[in-house]
């Protein structure tokens, strides 16, 4: 199973965005949306799951929840846009992965057996920081996890 990974469109949906996330089974927006348009152009493409990063004020965004808890593939994933916000012990609350976004720094490390994704930003270019999107592979109980930056 492949899940897609996208944070910081910060209302910028690029066509290289949106062609990185077709085929994939489940995809994680990890805030800072930015316009409800975004999430609109991404439903199409498989099953969303988003939270509400910290510029994500509007009207529309009131629905969206801070965090969100899921499974996907017998993998348990916790969703935050900001990780110094980080409201549980992933170990110990069975997490085997956190997805987050706000810095805009692609990341993946593991801490305490879990797997910490950051796919960086998707939307505008921030400093000299790379536009970037990330996968979350889960085959047959094996965790991969990948980034690819976008050419744009």
Request: hydrophobic share 45%.
């Amino acid at each position: 199973m492949r899940i897609g990974l996208i944070s910081d469109t910060h209302g910028l949906i690029r066509p290289e965005a949106l062609d990185a996330m077709r085929g994939c089974a489940h995809i994680l927006h990890a805030g800072d949306i930015g316009k409800p348009e975004i999430l609109d152009a991404l439903r199409p493409i498989a099953p969303l799951t988003a939270v509400r990063g910290n510029n994500d004020r509007a009207a529309w965004a009131r629905a969206i929840r801070d965090t969100e808890a899921l499974e996907l593939g017998d993998v348990a994933i916790y969703l935050i846009h900001e990780i110094g916000l980080l409201d549980v012990d992933p170990a110990a609350d069975g997490f085997g992965v956190v997805v987050s976004g706000h810095s805009h720094r692609p990341a993946i490390e593991t801490r305490a057996g879990v797997l910490y994704v950051n796919p960086g930003s998707a939307g505008p270019r921030r400093f000299t920081l790379p536009v970037s999107v990330g996968f979350l592979e889960i085959e047959a109980g094996t965790l991969r996890a990948r980034i690819e930056r976008l050419p744009v």
